[in-house]
């Protein structure tokens, strides 16, 4: 049975520092936004107004959230364009306490025409709205590159090279999203071996769609963390690979029931794995999208998986100290985290037994 939470541990989980390993810049734009830039650009959107956009906009089923995943990316041309979903993105983070997010985006292949922007331009746009985002609201950010499952291996190969010229300034990171099933990691081998080389950070999609063999191909590139990562549980020998060399997991529990990867929370393996030793984090993956938000997600855990706040906020100096940053900023980030929680739980103190854990 779920538990429902009293008004004090609900301001300790909103009040909470925060930190966000994975999260798409395209799947956060706010409705409104899309809607003013839809109008912009004179795209011909299957809705008028606000309240249109934002049950469009609204999780139905897999091809629903493809079509506007791809609708999205139609809006978004300019550099100004993706600099402003940037900070709006920050705005909301620190609404929330979310000090520090590392953020995916999925650009064109460089010289490639295609329907979304290309690489430099979106770039462009992210260092710019994330410069704006620390000044105007203390929230630190850095950029994951993804090539997109389904692209050719040339593609992919050259999105890396593009990656690794660009590297540093906020861009730290090469990964892998899109259609699992099909288009395992093992396909774009040469892709991740130079983007390694290179010096980006890996962390990509797998065991998500696809089960254990996805995750043990994507280990084998390299992968340093796990987007999703949850049906690792269906084979033990991996559990125990995940816990032994504790590799990360970025673990979205309401993603993962939208998208039918479990029917619901009760069947969801996100307590199962951190049992067996498993560093799982928590993320909110397409806020928006499926109507949710980190601090959400982090109610979720004490109301559906019964974690404790100490557990919670244990679980938020992990994304901390997980995050693909030099290890001086890392520890100093993670001294700030500790710092905030201590004094929240002094604050909240006379509450103590009720909030406590
Ligand atoms: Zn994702």
Redesign the pocket.
Known sequence: MPRVLTPAERLFITRMPKAEL?V?IEGSVRPETLLELGRHYGIDYPFADLAGVRDWFRFRDFPHFIEVYIAIKQALRSVDDYARITCEMAEDAARQGLHYLEV?FGPAVPGLAGATAQADVILAGLRDGARDARQRHGVQMQFICDPVRGRSPEAVLALARWCVDNLGDGLVGFGL?GVEVGHPPDLYADAFDLARRGGARLTL?AGETVGPESVWAALAVGSERI?HGVRSIEDPRLVAELAARQIVLEVSPTSNICLGVYPDYAAHPFRALHEAGVPVTVNS?DPPMFNTTLTDEYCVLAEQFDFTLDDLAAFSLRAVNAAFLPDDERTALAGRFQGEIDALRAELSPTRETVGG
Do not use: A, C, S
Request: hydrophobic share 15%; proline share 0%; charged share 15%.
């Open positions: 994975h798409h995916i999203g999609h987007g993956d």
